[in-house]
């Protein structure tokens, strides 16, 4: 069983569309995190969000948001996508919030 | 927010030790430090994590001086499995603002 599942792992899109990518842990973790690793390979959190709180980089624009229907799932919805969007993202969770999360597969978008 | 700095790459042959060192000067009094490993199209994956002193576990050890302002990742007897990128990474105890440095390159060779 796969502790952290993301899908899709490709998605490639148009500019200015609206995509999801869906996040599912089965590990019973109270937080999820989303990362956005860029090709420099630099690895920047965007979300933390436990059933209390979520937590905002601040530098992530508002066209990202994360969307939680229960606590073993938090998707991302972007809106209006732009060429600088694509990158590898990652869903990640944890039960420690020293803990950075146990990371899932990746979901790479290409926006051309 | 404490910053990272690792060396780029390393080589090693197989049954080294080798040794990672993380810079990271502006380390907050509630910051911990974690190491994570990532091979190509993967998920980084967690090796340790720790405070102060010394943390071993069945993978690494991790060595951290008094004054926290750097740390070391110690690999026993690498094998070409090892080979992938490794993280250091600083957070303050909500996890709110984890930065990953910008990762070592280890090349393990036979």
């Known amino acids: 069983d796969t502790a952290v599942s993301q899908t899709p792992k490709y998605l490639v899109t148009q500019m200015g569309n609206d995509k999801s990518i869906k996040c599912e842990q089965n590990l019973g973790h109270d937080t999820m995190y989303w990362y956005k690793q860029d090709s420099k390979k630099f690895l920047k959190i965007m979300f933390s969000y436990n059933n209390k709180e979520l937590i905002i980089n601040e530098t992530v624009p508002n066209r990202f948001s994360p969307k939680s229907p229960d606590k073993a799932h938090l998707n991302l919805h972007i809106n209006s996508l732009e060429l600088g969007d694509s990158a590898v993202y990652f869903c990640?969770?944890?039960?420690?919030?020293?803990?950075?999360?146990?990371f899932g597969s990746g979901t790479r978008l290409t926006v051309v | 927010l404490a910053k990272t700095t690792q060396p780029i790459s390393m080589d090693s042959y197989e049954g080294q030790e080798v040794n990672i060192t993380c810079s990271h000067n502006?380390?907050?009094?509630?910051?911990?430090i974690t190491w994570y490993q990532q091979f190509p199209s993967q998920g980084p994956r967690f090796i340790i994590q720790g405070y102060k002193t010394k943390v071993t576990n069945e993978v690494a050890s991790l060595f951290i001086p008094a004054d926290r302002k750097s740390s070391t990742l110690s690999l026993p007897r690498v094998s070409l499995s090892d080979t992938a990128v490794y993280y250091c990474l600083v957070g303050d105890n909500y996890g709110q603002n984890f930065v990953f440095g910008p990762g070592t390159r280890l090349s393990v060779l036979p």
């Open positions: 990640a969770s944890s039960q420690d919030h020293r803990d950075p999360g146990t």
């Open positions: 502006n380390i907050a009094t509630n910051d911990y």
